[in-house]
């Protein structure tokens, strides 16, 4: 059985932070941002906002985990300020 439409679409927005990282484009970032936030406006799942918004406190990429911080607490694994829009 195929992947869900919704799933394939996460994972290729993944997959272009993941090339925005490699080519050190920030454009690419922004990029995919701005799909993420158009499918969210059109009523689809864009995803956990951590898989499309880069870490303001410990820098981390798109898609890629928080680290600790002094002085910063997690919840659930990610910074507030991250997931705070």
């Known amino acids: ?3 869900p439409m919704e799933e ?3 994972d290729a927005v ?3 932070h993941r ?3 490699r080519h050190q484009d920030d454009s690419l970032h922004q990029s995919a941002v701005e799909i ?7 009523g689809h799942d864009p995803g956990p906002i951590e ?3 880069p870490c303001p406190v410990c820098g ?3 898609g890629a985990s928080c680290i600790r911080v002094p002085g910063h607490d997690m919840v659930d694994g990610a910074h507030p300020e991250r997931t705070t829009e």
């Open 1 to 3: 059985m195929s992947e």
């Open 8 to 10: 394939r679409a996460k």
């Open 14 to 16: 993944r997959d272009v």
């Open 19 to 21: 090339a925005a990282i």
């Open 36 to 42: 993420s936030r158009m499918a969210g406006e059109l």
């Open 51 to 53: 898989d499309w918004r």
């Open 60 to 62: 981390a990429e798109p």
